[in-house]
Every structure is written in structure tokens, then in C-alpha cells.
């Protein structure tokens, strides 16, 4: 198995709770409201929303791909800490066996944060997933973040 990383550190005027509420814990629920393309739905096949929890998820019109299945590997409330793994679906492309992304948010002095998140591409055998496309899911991350950050900002 091969594993490749990437990793995103970006600094916001929100804070820490706040913002690791709406990318973490309402993701399912903001999204489609302030990116309406970016999902349909998503779907709880098992689990109660915490660790261990599997959801289908609809990708919108705006995707190259139509669904991905997540499982919630940890939250931490406390610390704003989550992390989860897409475990199926054809975002994986046929070589990837999963991608897990861990989200940390840090509290700033003035009053922001700094969200960092990690992701790790588990690869089926020597595969090597291209630059390209790690670039381009940091870049859709992005704009997610960014939808949401300025949503949360307005309200």
C-alpha cells in the first residue's frame, strides 16, 4: 500500500468553536445551502453521528464524481478535533483504498483560529495518486472552507 500526504494550514477570522462546528459537526446541513452544487445529501447508514458513524454522501452537480461513503474515525469537541475517512465511493478512483483527513482548529489571539488539515491517501498497491489531483482536492477544500467561513462571518 502506498501512502501519500497533504497537508493545509489556513488562518480565519472565525473562531475556533465556531468554525470547527460548521466544517465538522454541520457540514451535512450548511453545505448545500451556502455551495448548493457541491452535495445533494448525505445519508446515515449507520451510527449516531459520532465516531464510528457511516453516511453515503450525493455529490452535487458541480463534481466530477457521484458519491462517496465516510466514516467519522474521532471527534473531540473539546480540543476541535476531527478526523474521518472516505472508505468507498468513485471519488477513489479505482486505486485509492481510502483517504482520511484530520481537521485541528487552534484558538488565536484575536480571537480567530488556524485550521489545519491533514489528509493521507492510502493507495492500493504501488499506485501513486498524481499531484494534480491532490492540488485539485486541497483547491475544492478551499472553496468549501472558504464558502463556509464567509457564511458563518454573515451570520
Same mark, same amino acid.
Given at each position: 500500500?502506498?501512502?501519500?500526504?497533504?497537508?493545509?494550514?489556513?488562518?480565519?477570522?472565525?473562531?475556533?468553536?465556531?468554525?470547527?462546528?460548521?466544517?465538522?459537526?454541520?457540514?451535512?446541513?450548511?453545505?448545500?445551502?451556502?455551495?448548493?452544487?457541491?452535495?445533494?445529501?448525505?445519508?446515515?447508514?449507520?451510527?449516531?453521528?459520532?465516531?464510528?458513524?457511516?453516511?453515503?454522501?450525493?455529490?452535487?452537480?458541480?463534481?466530477?464524481?457521484?458519491?462517496?461513503?465516510?466514516?467519522?474515525?474521532?471527534?473531540?469537541?473539546?480540543?476541535?478535533?476531527?478526523?474521518?475517512?472516505? &472508505?468507498?465511493?468513485?471519488?477513489?478512483?479505482?486505486?485509492?483504498?481510502? &483517504?482520511?483527513?484530520?481537521?485541528?482548529?487552534?484558538?488565536?489571539?484575536?480571537?480567530?483560529?488556524?485550521?489545519?488539515?491533514?489528509?493521507?491517501?492510502?493507495?492500493?498497491?504501488?499506485?501513486?495518486?498524481?499531484?494534480?489531483? &491532490?492540488?485539485?482536492?486541497?483547491?475544492?477544500?478551499?472553496?468549501?472552507?472558504?464558502?463556509?467561513?464567509?457564511?458563518?462571518?454573515?451570520?
Amino acid at each position: 500500500m502506498g501512502v501519500q500526504k497533504s497537508e493545509v494550514v489556513i488562518a480565519s477570522p472565525v473562531p475556533a468553536a465556531k468554525l470547527f462546528k460548521g466544517i465538522c459537526l454541520d457540514i451535512d446541513t450548511l453545505l448545500p445551502q451556502v455551495l448548493p452544487g457541491a452535495i445533494k445529501g448525505a445519508e446515515i447508514l449507520e451510527g449516531d453521528g459520532g465516531a464510528g458513524t457511516v453516511k453515503l454522501v450525493t455529490l452535487g452537480d458541480a463534481s466530477p464524481y457521484k458519491t462517496m461513503k465516510q466514516k467519522t474515525e474521532a471527534i473531540d469537541k473539546e480540543a476541535f478535533t476531527f478526523s474521518y475517512s472516505i &472508505i468507498d465511493g468513485d471519488i477513489l478512483l479505482g486505486y485509492i483504498d481510502s &483517504i482520511t483527513t484530520e481537521f485541528t482548529f487552534t484558538p488565536t489571539a484575536d480571537g480567530g483560529c488556524t485550521a489545519k488539515s491533514v489528509s493521507t491517501f492510502n493507495t492500493k498497491g504501488d499506485a501513486v495518486v498524481p499531484e494534480e489531483n &491532490i492540488n485539485f482536492a486541497n483547491e475544492q477544500n478551499g472553496i468549501i472552507f472558504k464558502a463556509i467561513e464567509a457564511y458563518l462571518i454573515a451570520n
